[in-house]
């Protein structure tokens, strides 16, 4: 295990609230500084500690997939360049959802609770009311509060944090947050469809090709990953590789070396697009180390694919607000345009023409094949401006159609007279089952 590791699964082995620094940690494990920084962003970037201005890094709890929609008060603060006046020792903990406090003493009660932040201005009453009740305070205006409100959130490790922002302001960015949040949330990742390495079949370099043949027979399976003795990937042995060697033949001499692989972030779909462009229906997962976390095959891609398809949206993407602007009636395409799609001067924006092709072709390829698509490429070219509050007509064009491939041709016009005209390449990707 390198320096850089064991420094990682120090952090990851800490108490989460702990503090963290650069010459603490290089102290205790006998490392350079450097060595103790790197890892430290590292972790910062995996999701288990997070750096606060005026406060430190601390050690967090990183989010599962299913809970990534959870906020933590460590990352309010950065959201809203805020600082923080009381209860440090509670920035880890996560908060569901957040209230604003407009409104009397009284009422403030049915809206606070557990995991909530309640956003107020000066009101010291309402704050100690809220903090009594399980909620951290998030203060307005760049307001302080007093010395025994934040005696009362040390106590109860609930944190009080100040911003110089307006409610208005706070409340938009951490609902923004929330939001790009669950858009992530809705993304497929390869950690989502992973046969974990408990349950993956492997082959070890100093095995043989007899070694191969009893796992095939047994597995039914033909294509497997090859790891060293440090458990790194260092290649994949398929049926191709082992046809004619002699049965007592090292898999380390007849293994593809430097095979293709993805890491547990990597994209169901740039998974796809890899099985498809390098002809291969399995993938390892690899850590930062090339260590084998698992494989992902072509199938579990696939079904995986048709699931997003199927699944309704929770938070809109560019795409999905242009294609609730697009109607597709007998065969005709059209789209309103709004001003959000519009630039900065006032025409359709150059991201929201490639919206339209891409929901186009996505909408119309569906009527002439059973799977999915990939596009590959997209040459446009732009004849005219269109101005916000035009209507859009899209006319699609396939130009040819094979097993694994499609040309398509997608053309744009206002009132007759063609604003911009595009050729695209394509990927299939057949549904075998």
């Not at 360049?81 to 959802?97: A, F, N, Y």
């Not at 109860?156 to 208005?168: A, G, Q, V, Y």
């Not at 899209?394 to 206002?414: C, H, I, N, P, Y």
Request: aromatic share 4%.
């Amino acid at each position: 295990m390198t320096k850089h590791e064991q420094i990682i699964e120090h952090i990851s082995n800490l108490p989460v609230g702990s503090k963290i620094s650069v010459r603490q940690i290089a102290k205790i494990l006998r490392v350079s500084e450097g060595t103790a920084y790197r890892a430290i962003k590292e972790a910062e970037n995996n999701g288990i500690v997070s750096t606060i201005e005026r406060v430190g890094t601390i050690r967090i709890e990183k989010k599962k997939r299913n809970a990534i929609d959870n906020l933590t008060f460590a990352e309010i603060v950065n959201i809203i360049d805020g600082h923080v006046i009381g209860g440090r020792e509670g920035l880890h903990k996560s908060l569901t959802r957040f209230a604003i406090g407009a409104m009397e003493l009284n009422e403030v009660e049915k809206y606070i609770g557990e995991n909530t932040l309640l956003i107020v201005g000066n009101r010291s009453e309402v704050q100690k009311l809220a903090l009594s009740k399980g909620s951290a305070v998030l203060v307005t205006g760049g307001f302080d509060t007093t010395e025994e409100v934040k005696q009362m959130a040390d106590n109860l490790e609930l944190p009080i944090i100040s911003s110089n922002f307006d409610t208005f302001a706070v409340a938009n960015m951490i609902n923004r947050a929330i939001y790009d949040q669950l858009i992530k949330k809705e993304v497929l990742t390869a950690q989502d469809i992973l046969i974990k390495i408990e349950d993956t079949i492997y082959l070890r370099e100093n095995d043989t090709v007899s070694e191969w043949n009893h796992l095939s027979e047994s597995s039914k399976h033909t294509r497997f990953p090859v790891l060293d003795d440090n458990n790194k990937l260092s290649g994949i042995v398929t049926s191709k590789d082992v046809l004619g060697k002699n049965p007592n033949e090292k898999i380390k001499k007849v293994m593809t070396k430097n095979p293709v692989s993805v890491n547990l972030n990597s994209t169901v779909a740039s998974c796809a697009h890899i099985m498809i462009w390098e002809s291969i229906e399995l993938l390892p997962v690899v850590s930062r180390y090339n260590n084998l976390l698992g494989i992902v095959s072509r199938e579990d891609v696939l079904k995986a694919m048709q699931v997003v398809d199927r699944q309704p949206h929770i938070g809109d993407t560019i795409n999905d607000q242009v294609l609730k602007k697009m109607t597709f009636k007998e065969g005709e395409i059209s789209v309103k345009i709004s001003p959000q799609m519009s630039n900065q001067f006032g025409m359709l924006s150059k991201s929201v023409y490639l919206a339209i092709i891409e929901e186009t072709i996505n909408h119309e390829m569906k009527k002439h094949i059973k799977g999915d698509i990939l596009i590959d490429n997209i040459d446009i070219i732009f004849v005219k401006t269109v101005q916000m509050d035009s209507e859009v007509n899209v006319t699609f064009t396939l130009l040819d159609l094979g097993r694994k491939a499609a040309k398509v041709e997608v053309a744009l016009s206002v009132r007759n007279q063609i604003v911009a005209k595009s050729l695209c390449a394509i990927q299939v990707i057949e549904h075998f089952y």
